[in-house]
């Protein structure tokens, strides 16, 4: 290893310069009779009983935050619900899903309606776009 | 070079999402992540957790994994990682909640709570390790509690040797300091 080399390291806490300008390296004996001190007085390292177990419920958690995470940076569907609305509320809850879709604020709107006018012209519950909104809108319109 | 074939093939498996595959690794290096954790952190509570996150983060990134080195180096680089990012974050906690001096001070020098007489050496050396740096005692831990050469604690921490080397001796000449007593039996 030479000075140019550790001069390009780049961990931030320490400086490598200043460590091998100042520090003698280490003698191996006095490690090693470190190294056996610590190794004799410390207890041997071990998790706790169940470690496997716990990691592997840990790894299902961790897996479901993701997905959940990934759901929640998706657009979420707007709901309009027109149940035991009289006509001409449904006529405003579609002209509102309308203006949502075309202002692009979500990509899917839900109508649903008490007597399923809209919702069976439309849509069911499914992901629906401005075209079948317009178009059932007409229908239960008329 | 059975247990690295079969690592290999574990990994192929666990990135297939083969859960009893990546069970088997986490049993099969448990060890040696524990090592990494309880030799930078202690029997902390936290040891735990920190062992978990370290197999969490290598399921994130299997498909990172290209067995340039071992699994087992590979892990123990992770552990290392995550190991120093618990105890600079508890640091951090503790310096802005510590008020009064005397807490302050416990807080800085661990030592200062360990009695020479009372307690064992595993408290009075687990005490001293705790006095060093987080970059010390990360290369007491690698270099003489797991006894890896001085090249692989380098790989691992991913600084020159040379660096390895000076760390190591610092943090011996402090240990030394530290254990006062306890060193010089041990070393006679």
């Given amino acids: 290893m030479t000075t140019d080399d550790m001069t390009t390291d780049d961990t931030p806490t320490d400086d490598h310069r200043n460590d091998d300008a100042t520090a003698p390296d280490a003698d191996e004996a006095a490690l090693q009779r470190a190294g056996a001190l610590l190794r004799g007085a410390l207890p041997p390292a071990a998790f706790r009983a169940g470690f496997a177990d716990r990691t592997m419920a840990a790894l299902a958690a961790s897996r479901a935050a993701t997905a959940m995470q990934a759901a929640a940076s998706e657009p979420a569907p707007a709901v309009l619900r027109a149940t035991a609305m009289q006509h001409h509320f449904r006529v405003v809850a579609a002209a509102a899903a309308v203006l949502i879709v075309a202002l692009g604020v979500h990509n899917t709107v839900i109508v649903r309606s008490g007597d399923a006018s809209i919702v069976e012209a439309a849509i069911g519950l499914q992901p629906v776009s401005v075209q079948t909104v317009l178009s059932s809108t007409t229908d239960s319109y008329q | ?188």
């Fill in chain 2, 1 to 188: 070079m059975i247990d690295a074939e079969h690592d290999t093939a574990l990994v192929a498996r666990a990135r297939l999402g083969d859960d009893d595959a990546f069970r088997i690794l986490v049993e099969r290096h448990q060890d040696a992540v524990a090592r990494t954790v309880t030799g930078m952190l202690g029997s902390r509570d936290d040891a735990d957790d920190v062992g978990q996150q370290t197999f969490i983060r290598f399921h994130a990134a299997l498909d990172a994994f290209r067995g340039e080195s071992s699994l087992r180096t590979y892990l123990v680089r992770i552990a290392m990682s995550c190991a120093l990012n618990a105890l600079r974050s508890t640091r951090r906690r503790e310096l802005r909640f510590v008020r009064d001096d005397a807490a302050l001070e416990q807080a800085v020098d661990p030592l200062a709570n360990a009695s020479p007489v009372d307690d064992g050496p595993a408290v009075r050396i687990r005490a001293a390790l705790d006095t060093l740096t987080p970059d010390h005692r990360a290369v007491v831990v690698l270099r003489l509690l797991d006894e890896r050469s001085t090249r692989e604690t380098a790989e691992i921490l991913q600084v020159p040797e040379g660096t390895v080397l000076s760390r190591l001796s610092r943090a011996v000449q402090q240990l030394r300091v530290s254990l006062g007593p306890v060193w010089e039996e041990f070393s006679e």
